[in-house]
């Protein structure tokens, strides 16, 4: 008797060990990103990924079709997806974790779960998609920061290519748009988008810029002559002035005051002219001039602006080694 229930003991032992060995088999351990980081469709893949069940899986369907209209080009929403990765938690009330499509990776998100499995939010954070028309190709690219403070940082960039076959549209024309978005996550474990600061300041300005690492030669006494000729020739017709060197996709325009009046983006115009000016005014597209004379600067600004021609005295108005061409936005 007594080695009957010997024996049924050591069974009911090896059927625990057994059990116990499959569930360490089957337990996926996420890698871990550390902070800061940067994530998009290339990066952060991770072999041992865990996919997400229906239920998960219908709520981030449901968040990506209520931010549809966030992304500038219309995507396709498939239905199975995975946990790629997580990032250290600041609560002990829920975990963060990277989602992706599964497959050819073409969409993340960030997601906050709890403790039981259920997710509280996500929000898309990367992206990499294109599309090909009959007369265009357009693409789309999102990437995201996060930093140690948990700030979400998310950059989108939009390109639009026109057929060089199609003579119905201008030769290999393309189009450009930059946005930025910026979220943080509450204690609770909700993404709160962070309002950006809305200008209602009718303004006018001149701004004159060279990409310094794209010159051939460097910037000589001219261009400092023709920037102080300028400023001095508008200030007193309240016309804001500033001079970029960098960071051409979030310029801010100041007033005379030292107030913020906008926040423009001219990296456009950066992919065809190393330098030049762009003449800008509110609810206006911006006007790009080549490189030029200040008086030929100014007579387009004036022209732009809808006011009086300026003269400036002892100006030579010849082209400076430049076409003469405006390019608009």
């Known amino acids: 008797m007594k080695k009957r229930i010997l024996f049924l003991s ?39 990924t865990q996919v997400l069940d229906d239920s998960q899986s219908s709520f981030i369907i449901k968040q990506l079709k209520k931010v549809e209209k966030s992304f500038f080009t219309k995507i396709n929403i498939r239905e199975n997806w995975i946990v790629e990765s997580k990032i250290e938690s600041f609560s002990p009330n829920f975990d963060i974790w990277i989602i992706a499509n599964e497959g050819e990776q073409y969409i993340k998100l960030l997601a906050t779960i709890d403790e039981n499995g259920t997710f509280i939010d996500a929000i898309p954070i990367a992206c990499n998609v294109g599309t090909e028309k009959t007369k265009y190709v357009e693409s789309e690219y999102w990437q995201t920061q996060i930093d140690e403070e948990y700030r979400i940082i998310i950059t989108k960039k939009y390109d639009k290519l026109y057929s060089l076959s199609d003579e119905g549209y201008e030769s290999g024309k393309s189009y450009s748009k930059k946005a930025e978005d910026e979220y943080y996550i509450t204690d609770d474990g909700t993404f709160v988008y962070v309002e950006k600061n809305i200008f209602n300041v009718d303004y006018k300005a001149i701004v004159m810029f060279a990409d310094k690492e794209k010159l051939l030669n460097p910037l000589d006494d001219q261009w400092i002559w023709n920037a102080i000729t300028i400023q001095e020739n508008i200030e007193s017709l309240n016309i804001l002035f500033k001079e970029v060197y960098s960071d051409f996709d979030k310029i801010s325009i100041y007033n005379y005051q030292g107030e913020e009046v906008d926040i423009v983006d001219i ?5 065809t002219a190393d330098k030049g000016f762009i003449i800008l005014q509110k609810d206006k597209d911006p006007l790009f001039v080549p490189y030029n004379s200040p008086q030929n600067v100014l ?11 300026i003269k400036i005295e002892n100006e030579n108005t010849t082209d400076d080694n430049t076409s003469d061409e405006d390019l608009t936005a």
């Open 267 to 271: 990296s456009n115009f950066i992919s």
């Open 299 to 309: 007579n387009k600004a004036m022209l732009f602006f809808e006011m009086p021609i």
């Open 10 to 48: 050591l069974i009911m032992l090896l059927l625990v060990a057994c059990h116990s060995s499959d569930n360490e088999v089957a337990e996926i351990i996420l890698n871990e990103q550390q902070l800061p980081t940067t994530i998009t469709c290339e990066t952060n893949q991770n072999e041992n």
